[in-house]
């Protein structure tokens, strides 16, 4: 009876039955008492998204296995201090991790949320250290900033292990089989991952953008695919189903599908079925500064309006909006000083907001496509086979030569393979995993430019997946090339419309953009494919935030920290919110507790900055700048308003060389020029200010407050009539309502003398 009813729960469980599998296993644990067994129904009520049951079952027992468990529900019930107790048992200090190297993640993810930094990078190694190919550690030590190069983590050693584990537990037997405790153990592997995993590596059928359907939902994985964490288990927000009421429509227009241009004949689309490098066109339209910030410690000036909408910049927006007077139609220029060659979409650049269809990957074209396929097909299996003889022949001799023998059999996945294809297939499995976890740790090292030329390297098959492309839109969003990475995410949006991986940054690049009906069309879609994600209410959010609807937009942010506590960006853009309201107290704890969560989130960093700088505390704000700095110091916009304060704390002069090094990092980003010249105007070297805004005028041509402080420059020169012509040219051009009282203001006392003008 005891054998039956095991077998028929494991079956209820393997077609996700999980209300019949519960009520087998009560019957089972009635009958047949044992820890074994109540770690069956434990798992079956973890499956079921109910851990506060397993919980209850597995209080108290002692096997490691239960302690395994009863952890995995402590961290889904929040209770981090008796999952950390329960995984590193009071009676065995310094005692085994119960389940290797899921035990040592778990017990990773408990010190990273209870801010123990240095404890969880060393569980996250110790993991990969027993299994290389737990992605999920190798990703959250790059989350941390202490990821070694993937090229040392998925090296020779990573291969040695695989291969001696299988030599040691994977030897075809013909008695071999899965007893029902080693069951358990795997399943209860599955919830080990947060459910911020849950939706990596999507893969696509076809080597190319033609294959990608619009209504795809599945693919089959290759042999020589990544090996992806389980996500049985259920997500973080389990225990919050209560239904949210819902926001009344946004539009009753019928909204745009979200990749207008891309042609459905798939006129325009990849005809190759090569593992060329694909290309990306890297472009950065002008952004904005924030609306309201002080300028040298006075009044607030022209200045503090330039190329800025009426709220503050929102969290990873740090370059905000395109400006106040920037059009669509301004030309698109390359971002943070790369090149504008082409990276993964096409040769052609774009040049406006309307050009959105898919273009060829690097070095093909439509002529040449049947003739080069066979050459690169070739070339690229050469490569491959290469590789897998090099990793191989560098091993050692011992237990992994057996696999080399003739005959040798493994058991792997309940098929027996020879042991050449194990050792083969583990060299292409790390090969795959060596430049996907390379792209990624330069991605959280904010290394954009270096992280696309990485993810170029991936064959088509791969790079045409959801998480991939999702990451291409994040570095391009990092960039401030909102375009290209809107054509990245809508590219990942066909090929996986289920998946919500990078939606939430998705949504903020449509608010950048104030693509207001493709912004709504998304967050409606996301909450109608998961209203219990974090990101589906992100959407929704920044959907309301851009129509200036502040409150509500709260309450949708709000609801996505109720869905997952450990979202750093929901608090992020809840604080952004409240600053919006002039909330400056209740933003600030949001964006301490983002902080809480991910210290190295330097949108939170930043945020904090510019409330400390509004308040005019500018030790405090140069801190926080200072902080975002170190973690991204590549970003323009950072290093602009860190030279903002260092200015107000009349450091003028380090003031200086921190914008012209933001100047160096985007030159076509007007910010820093900007306060560069209004640096050099307080020094009193008007010559060098005014070949600033020359230089200036060519990239933003119609920004009033350029022509403004040119007006203020001449009249500090005494030179009224060029004063009065730059003052004109500012009303000309069309600026706010305050704006256009304080350059008439500047008119009306533009003969008298600076010093009676400054007492007034």
């Known amino acids: 009876m005891e054998a039956i009813l095991t077998e028929r729960i494991q079956n209820s469980l393997r077609y996700f039955m999980f209300k019949n599998a519960i009520f087998l296993c009560e019957r089972l644990c009635a009958e047949f008492p044992s820890e074994v067994n109540l770690q069956l129904l434990a798992a079956c009520y973890l499956q079921n998204n109910q851990a ?40 065995e200090p310094g005692g085994e991790i ?31 250290s027993i ?164 300028d040298e410690g ?178 391009h969003f990092e960039l401030v090339d909102y375009l290209e990475a809107d054509r990245a995410f809508c590219l990942a949006c066909r090929v996986s419309p289920y998946s919500l991986e990078g939606m939430d940054v998705y949504s903020t690049v449509l608010y950048h953009l104030k693509e207001d009906m493709k912004l709504s069309y998304l967050a409606q879609e996301l909450i109608s494919t998961d209203r219990l994600a974090p990101q589906s209410w992100c959407a929704m959010g920044n959907c309301y935030s851009l129509q200036k609807d502040h409150e509500t937009a709260l309450k949708n942010f709000q609801r996505a920290v109720q869905l997952n506590s450990k979202f750093a960006y929901a608090h992020t853009l809840c604080g952004h919110e409240y600053v919006a309201l002039e909330d400056f107290e209740n933003g600030i704890k949001c964006y301490q507790n983002a902080l809480r969560i991910d210290s190295r989130h330097y949108n939170a960093w930043y945020g904090l900055g510019m409330i400390y700088l509004r308040q005019e505390k500018f030790e405090f704000s140069e801190h926080h700048f200072g902080m975002a700095f170190q973690i991204n110091p590549r970003s323009s916009v950072i290093m602009s308003y860190l030279g903002t304060a260092l200015h107000a704390l009349k450091k003028s002069e380090d003031a200086i060389k921190i914008m012209d090094r933001a100047i160096l990092a985007d030159r076509k980003n007007p910010l820093p020029m900007y306060q560069k010249a209004n640096i050099l105007m307080s020094l009193e070297r008007f010559d060098d200010a005014l070949e600033v805004l020359e230089e200036l005028k060519e990239y933003a041509p119609r920004e009033s407050s350029v022509y403004a402080l040119m007006g203020k420059i001449y009249k500090r020169r005494n030179m009224h009539e060029k004063a009065m012509l730059h003052f004109g040219i500012a009303l000309d051009l069309k600026p706010s309502a305050t704006d256009v009282a304080t350059i008439k203001a500047a008119i009306e006392k533009l003969h008298v003398p600076d010093e009676l003008d400054d007492n007034l």
């Open 52 to 91: 506060y049951s397993a919980y209850h079952i597995l209080k108290g027992t002692q096997t490691a296995q239960s302690r395994y468990l009863f952890a995995i529900s402590c961290f889904h019930m929040d209770l981090l201090s008796e999952a950390e107790t329960a995984l590193c048992h009071s009676n």
């Open 98 to 128: 119960p389940n290797g190297a899921a035990g040592h993640y778990l017990l990773g993810l408990i010190y990273r949320y209870t801010d123990r930094k240095k404890s969880a990078i060393h569980h996250f190694r110790l993991a990969l």
């Open 131 to 294: 299994d290389p190919l737990l992605w999920a550690a190798y990703e959250e030590l790059s989350i941390l900033g202490a990821a070694e190069e993937a090229t040392a983590v998925f090296g020779e050693a990573a291969a040695l292990c695989i291969q001696k584990q299988y030599v040691h537990h994977g030897a075809a037997s013909p008695n071999l089989h899965v007893s029902s405790e080693d069951y358990n153990l795997v399943l209860s592997r599955n919830f080990a991952s947060e459910d911020v995993y849950s939706r990596q590596f999507k893969h696509t059928q076809g080597n190319n953008y033609r294959d990608i359907p619009g209504n795809y939902h599945a693919a089959a994985v290759s042999s020589g695919a990544v090996a992806q964490p389980q996500n049985g288990g259920p997500s973080n927000t389990s225990f919050y189903n209560t239904p949210s009421p819902m926001a009344s429509q946004l539009s009753a227009v019928a909204p745009p599908p979200l990749c207008r241009n891309v042609q459905p004949n798939g006129s325009n689309l990849n005809t190759g079925n090569t593992d060329g490098s694909p290309r990306s066109v890297v472009n950065t339209t002008i952004q904005a500064p924030r609306r309201k910030f002080v």
């Open 298 to 475: 006075k009044l607030r000036k022209i200045s503090g309006r330039l190329f800025s909408d009426s709220g503050p910049r929102r969290s990873t927006r740090l370059a905000g909006d395109s400006g106040a007077n920037t059009n669509a139609n301004t030309t698109a220029v390359a971002g943070n000083g790369t090149n504008s060659s082409s990276k993964y979409l096409g040769s052609s650049k774009l040049s406006s907001v309307a050009l959105r269809t898919v273009t060829l990957r690097k070095g093909q074209s439509r002529a040449n496509d049947n003739i080069e396929e066979g050459i690169r097909n070739e070339a690229f299996d050469d490569a491959r086979s290469n590789m897998a003889s090099t990793t191989s022949s560098s091993f050692p001799s011992g237990d992994v030569r057996s696999l080399e023998q003739d005959g040798a059999t493994v058991l792997v996945g309940g098929v027996v393979i020879s042991g050449s294809k194990v050792i083969s297939g583990t060299s292409e499995v790390l090969g795959l995993l060596r430049t996907l976890g390379e792209g990624y740790r330069l991605s959280c090292l904010y290394r954009c430019q270096d992280a696309l030329d990485t993810y170029l390297r991936l064959p088509h098959r791969h790079y045409n997946t959801s998480w991939v492309l999702s990451q291409i839109g994040k570095a």
